[in-house]
């Protein structure tokens, strides 16, 4: 298989081209390398066509078997690891070591879902009546994924609503459509025609999506602006909604800790993917007594962290991965400027076209500057002073965002007291970034609605069946 040209779409187990083609850009170069199929309201409608055809098929087919399904998709995936990941550094701009994860996370979301089976709840307290809960499948999911983690996240989606026997079009970026299309190619012809259906187009197509009546559900992976667009289209037939939005995450770091032993880990926690991550340090409290010291420690990484091409060895951070976001998070970068604030950055990256942001700490910003109030989502890091632990919570919460946050210290037990206090779905006690698809992950207040991974995940892609059984005769 070639992964450097012929992207198709998977619509009802055949690669599908369209005359119409979009552009992808190489972030690093800034210049388009290859073309992706913008899908027409024709392939859209036999998609979701295809999708219900095989709904019945797939739902009935023993759970043991849907799970093999999934095992053998994961294994496919797990042996093209190096053309996908190479692939993924052309298109999203990660250097290519670190892509590899991408595809391996794809991978054990498909395993650890093989080996998740739904409850069956019984009530039966000997009075003549037994219920028995079951969970069902939706039908047809509507999955739409973002450009920071295009395959991880869109795999977060496939593997718990095929493993619940539901059947799914699931749209990429318009960003990174490329390997989830090989992705589709690989796939072709492991699960039935029309279980995995996998188009791609420009944002137009998210709306008409979200608008088609065959979906029973929709799981929306983006911002939060275009998270509420999505809930409005679906309140039109209530379609069930899964929600995963914007963050703007606080991390706590406490006087004890070794200042030596956490920069690494926090400043990789705020600019790995170039500080494209929902879940990414976006504002650093740091306690008074420790903060000068916090401070020229990370300035010194961002000095020796490579950024450039992930195509090339010894790259550490790549560009951001569109020109949209490039400027959004460039006239961040030149208010903060504007207002007087101190900007510690670290060496710029390769001149030419790539949408290159060098890493820029901003020192001890006030609270209301837009580069703490706003999710960056880009490498510009603002770091605050702290007094007391009940200040540094209030100032965490006072955010429309609950998605995750981070709390550093020797002391365990009062990390977690913190932990505990912070309004968000996630938090981590001196470590970053680590997500298992055993245990929930829900965005809180507008960060998102309803949950991905776990049981709960699971869940999420389908419904309560409770059948009331009388256990005398007749
Ligand atoms: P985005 O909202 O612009 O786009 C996300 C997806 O929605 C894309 O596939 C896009 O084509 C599609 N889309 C655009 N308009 C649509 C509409 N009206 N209806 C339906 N679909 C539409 O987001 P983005 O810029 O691609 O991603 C960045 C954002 O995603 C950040 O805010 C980030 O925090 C968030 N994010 C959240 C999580 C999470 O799990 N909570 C994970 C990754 C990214």
């Not at 670190?98 to 650890?112: R, Y």
């Not at 095929?162 to 992705?183: H, R």
């Not at 002073?385 to 965490?396: H, L, N, P, Q, Y």
């Not at 995750?404 to 779905?425: F, N, P, Y």
Request: hydrophobic letters at 40%; charged letters at 20%.
């Amino acid at each position: 298989m070639n992964f450097e040209t012929d992207y198709r779409m998977l619509i009802d187990g055949a690669l599908v081209d369209s005359h119409e083609r979009l552009d992808v850009v190489n972030p690093a170069t800034g210049a388009a390398f290859a073309t992706a199929p913008d899908c027409t309201d024709a392939q859209l409608a036999a998609a979701v066509d295809a999708g219900r055809r095989a709904f019945k098929g797939w739902r009935g087919t023993p759970i043991a078997d849907r799970q093999a399904y999934l095992h053998k998709a994961a294994d496919i995936l797990n042996d093209h690891r190096e053309q996908l990941a190479r692939l993924f550094t052309r298109e999203q701009g990660r250097p290519t070591e670190a892509a590899k994860s991408e595809i391996d996370i794809a991978v054990a979301w498909l395993h650890a879902y093989a080996e998740m089976t739904p409850p069956v709840d019984v009530i039966d307290k000997g009075d003549g009546q037994r219920v028995e809960t079951h969970y069902v499948p939706l039908g047809v999911v509507c999955a739409i994924s973002p450009w920071n983690f295009p395959v991880n996240l869109s795999f977060w989606k496939i593997a718990p609503a095929l493993a619940a026997g539901n059947t799914i079009v699931l749209k990429p970026s318009p960003y990174t459509p490329l390997c989830m299309l090989k992705i589709g190619e690989l796939l072709k012809d492991v699960f039935p025609a029309g279980v995995l259906n996998i188009i791609t187009g420009s944002d137009a197509l998210g709306p008409k999506m979200t608008a088609h009546p065959g979906f029973a559900k929709i799981s929306f992976t983006g911002s939060t602006a275009t998270g509420k667009r999505v809930m409005e289209s679906a309140s039109k037939d209530l379609k069930r909604l899964t929600l995963e939005l914007g963050g703007n995450d606080a991390a706590i770091v406490m006087p004890d800790v070794d200042l030596d032993d956490v920069a690494q880990k926090i400043f990789f926690g705020a600019f790995f993917n170039s500080a494209q991550i929902c879940v990414a340090t976006k504002r650093l409290y740091v306690h008074e007594s420790i903060y000068d010291g916090l401070r020229d420690r990370l300035a010194g990484i961002a000095q020796a962290v490579k950024l450039g091409d992930g195509s090339e060895q010894g790259t550490v951070l790549g560009p951001l991965q569109n020109r949209r976001q490039y400027d959004r998070v460039t006239s961040l970068i030149e208010d903060a400027k504007a207002e007087g604030l101190t900007l510690i950055e670290g060496p710029a990256g390769p001149a030419g076209g790539g949408y290159f942001i060098p890493v820029t700490i901003v020192d001890n910003p006030p609270e209301q500057s837009a580069v703490v109030q706003e999710e960056a989502f880009g490498p510009v890091l603002p770091m605050m002073k702290f007094s007391t632990v009940e200040e540094v919570i209030d100032r965490a919460n006072a955010s429309e965002y609950g998605l995750a946050g981070a709390v550093w210290s020797k002391d365990v037990d009062q990390a977690v007291a913190i932990a505990r206090q912070l309004e968000t779905g996630t938090v981590w006690i001196n470590q970053n970034l680590v997500l298992r698809p055993d245990t929930p992950f829900a965005g809180h207040k507008q960060s998102g609605f309803g949950i991905e991974n776990g049981l709960e995940g699971m869940l999420e892609y389908m419904a309560p069946q409770s059948l009331y059984i009388p256990q005398s005769a007749g």
